[in-house]
């Protein structure tokens, strides 16, 4: 027999591990459990976990669908009451928070009929779910409403909206908008950098929900939007946002003698999930011009607590860094791949911006051949140079899809930027062009003929565009032309593999045809100096170009970015920055 003065330990579960607990039991469910479960402040790990392991054909028996029904009906009611006697809305929304983040996160039989049963079946679901958006709006929107609460209500919805993405739930934000509220809880004053990007966040996951198989009103919404007050607490923050991006790729010193280099193994874990808000910025880029400007024309803010770069040279900074190591893992591609869109989208918004001075941050360094350790001095030399670390650090075969986008955004520069500046190192353009050039003739036999045609075509533009027009200086020009000379059987066999008779194509193969019958001809009189060559007979070769510059600047024109090509790719994108 035990002693009686022997102590038996038993293990006393805090009173909401009980109440967890008991949501799953057949045990009924009082007035007195609901309020309690929902008074007592929430254990998030411990709901959680909860959830987590409990498997879906438990969460499928008839009496666990009525509690769950009970549960989220239960928690909107207490969000729409106030008052001394009521319940901490922040608490409610951290149980509603867990509770709809795990029951979407499962793998259902089927999964849009069961999340509906377990929420609130399909006889409710219209009134409930309505019900719990209207709620979390009004949340937002008072001013009556701690900050706190209010962004617990739109980490409720960011939560929901991403777990529901896959089921027909979703479709209930199309129909039940909160953009406006989204908005004023972006231009509330106290919100910070971090919130102010979760709603952003979320307009950019709301904005393609089903956009290409129905109307969406968010595409609408962003078109029409004109309120500049959220666009400055916006674009602030995502300047401040593009810095942390680019700064996870630059290594931290570990002395003053040693500089240190990211491993393959830290490179391949990049970007970080964080760089998930180019979606929202791709949205606003391309829907609404007045975005557009208010970004490129961002100077960047001062203030006692930091410091932010203009959000578009944080941006250009950050492009250089992602496109140098875009070939490392899959992920860095596909960001690259839109970080190029939006570059492209941005063009004709930029031409009047070109020259404006700003100190751009270029990897330079990271990988080889280096570029010339320069900060970029305009937004357009930062441009070409972030554009410049992706045509030159990414040959492989196949030849990525971005260099097309490269290309593109390369051509559409240098159409734009008529003032071009004489100290810039064109050299390194006009030399990783022609690197491409050979590239492709390598391995004309293992590409891709259409994308290896459109590449070919864009080459070609990119050097006929200096070549016919005034905007080099005369050194560069003579550079440029010796560069093409001396590269004149590669770009004879390029243009006579794709079968290339563009007005771009002319004036390059005039050019190689005008002067290496000079320097043939000068050579054979005496030992012929290609450059004194170019020099002296300059103006002949104008002439010769003469006839087909008019037609060439008819024909080219800035490819403009068609949303309805990339729909594959950019729904592969949005599931990439949910999960």
């Not at 027999?1 to 039991?25: C, G, H, W």
């Not at 979390?136 to 209010?150: E, G, H, P, Q």
């Not at 554009?387 to 971005?402: A, E, G, S, T, V």
């Not at 492709?440 to 080459?459: E, F, M």
Request: proline share 5%.
């Amino acid at each position: 027999m035990a002693s009686p003065l022997k102590q038996v330990k038993t293990e006393i579960k805090p009173k909401n591990a009980r109440l967890y607990d008991q949501f799953f039991s057949d045990s009924p469910k009082t007035p007195q459990y609901w309020h309690e479960l929902f008074t007592i402040t929430c254990n998030k790990q411990l709901w959680t976990e909860l959830l987590q392991k409990t498997p879906t054909d438990a969460f499928l028996k008839p009496n666990q669908i009525t509690a769950s029904q009970t549960f989220f009906d239960k928690g909107i009611s207490l969000l729409k009451v106030t008052g001394p006697t009521s319940a901490d809305q922040a608490n409610v929304l951290n149980l509603l928070e867990c509770f709809l983040a795990q029951v979407l996160a499962k793998s259902w039989p089927n999964n849009s009929t069961d999340v509906i049963n377990v929420i609130a079946g399909f006889a409710s679901i219209d009134k409930v779910f309505y019900q719990f958006l209207n709620s979390i709006d009004l949340i937002i929107r008072s001013k009556d409403v701690k900050l706190d609460t209010k962004r617990k209500a739109v980490e409720t919805l960011v939560v929901t909206v991403s777990g529901a993405y896959n089921t027909s739930v979703v479709t209930y934000f199309n129909q039940r908008g909160i953009f406006s509220a989204l908005m004023s809880y972006i231009t509330f004053d106290e919100t910070e950098d971090t919130y102010i990007l979760e709603a952003f966040r979320l307009v950019g996951l709301l904005a393609n929900v089903e956009k290409f198989e129905s109307s969406n009103p968010y595409q609408t919404l962003l078109a029409d939007f004109v309120d500049e007050k959220p666009m400055l607490k916006i674009i602030p923050a995502l300047g401040a946002e593009f810095v942390k991006c680019r700064d996870d790729y630059i290594p931290v010193q570990t002395s003053w003698f040693r500089t240190t280099v990211l491993t393959d193994a830290q490179l391949a874990a990049l970007p970080s999930k964080r760089l998930s808000i180019l979606l929202p910025t791709l949205e606003f880029v391309q829907k609404n011009k007045m975005f557009a400007k208010t970004l490129i024309a961002d100077k960047g803010h001062h203030s006692k607590s930091y410091d932010t770069e203009p959000a578009l040279a944080a941006f250009l900074s950050l492009c250089s860094y992602l496109f140098s190591n875009q070939n490392k893992n899959p992920r860095a591609e596909m960001y690259s791949k839109v970080a190029l869109i939006i570059l492209q989208l941005l063009l004709p918004e930029l031409h009047q911006s070109l020259n404006t001075k700003a100190s751009i941050k270029i990897n330079a360094k990271q990988r080889k051949p280096p570029l010339p350790e320069t900060e970029a001095f305009t937004l357009g030399t930062g441009l070409l140079d972030a554009i410049l670390c992706c045509l030159r650090y990414n040959m492989k075969k196949p030849l990525p899809d971005i260099y097309d986008l490269a290309l593109v955004a390369t051509e559409a520069t240098l159409m734009i930027y008529r003032d071009i500046p004489s100290n810039y190192h064109w050299n390194e353009l006009w030399n990783t062009l022609l690197n491409l050039v050979q590239f492709i003739n390598k391995h004309a036999g293992d590409t891709n003929s259409t994308s290896s045609k459109r590449d070919t075509g864009a080459i070609l533009t990119c050097l006929a565009i200096p070549l016919a027009s005034d905007g080099l200086a005369e050194e560069q020009k003579h550079q440029l032309i010796h560069k093409v000379v001396e590269n004149s059987t590669a770009l004879k066999t390029l243009v006579a593999n794709y079968s290339s008779k563009t007005s771009s194509a002319l004036i390059v193969m005039s050019t190689v045809d005008h002067f290496e019958s000079l320097i043939v001809k000068e050579h054979q009189q005496r030992s012929a100096n290609p450059d004194i060559v170019i020099r002296d007979n300059y103006a002949g070769y104008k002439k010769s170009i003469a006839p087909f510059v008019n037609s060439f600047w008819a024909e080219i024109q800035p490819r403009e970015f068609k949303e309805s090509r990339e729909r594959i790719f950019l729904k592969k994108f949005t599931k990439e920055c949910l999960a």
